[in-house]
């Protein structure tokens, strides 16, 4: 079954780090391009970071300069490294990527990791 399995989230204080995960169910399967997304309590899920299959990466102009997006070598993870957070930041984190299968590619999201930055 292709899965997208996302880990290091966590509580920080304003001004700490992160860096979350986001890796294929398979070794074989492949991230081809996708994004981050964070949905906030009473808010609606918002995309933080996106990056193509080229590697060509955007952001929200609210993350610019303090997250970076990222693809592993081998293409079977992406990451997304959280600096300077502030406690706007606090959300649900989610991953989603196109997942490549034996040449078919897959839609699919994170179950999504909880990032709380105290003030």
């Known amino acids: 079954q292709v899965q997208l399995v996302e880990s290091g989230g966590g509580l920080v204080q304003t001004g700490g780090s992160l860096r979350l995960s986001c890796v294929t169910s398979g070794d074989t399967f492949s991230i081809y391009d996708g994004g981050w997304y964070r949905q906030a309590p009473g808010k609606q899920r918002e995309l933080v970071a996106s990056?193509?299959?080229?590697?060509?990466?955007n952001y929200a102009d609210s993350v610019k300069g303090r997250f970076t997006i990222s693809r592993g070598n081998a293409k079977n993870a992406m990451y997304l490294q959280l600096d300077n957070l502030k406690p706007e930041d606090t959300a649900v984190y989610y991953c989603k990527a196109n997942v490549v299968v034996f040449g078919l590619r897959y839609d699919k999201w994170g179950q999504g990791t909880q990032v709380t930055v105290s003030s």
């Open positions: 990056i193509s299959n080229d590697g060509k990466t």
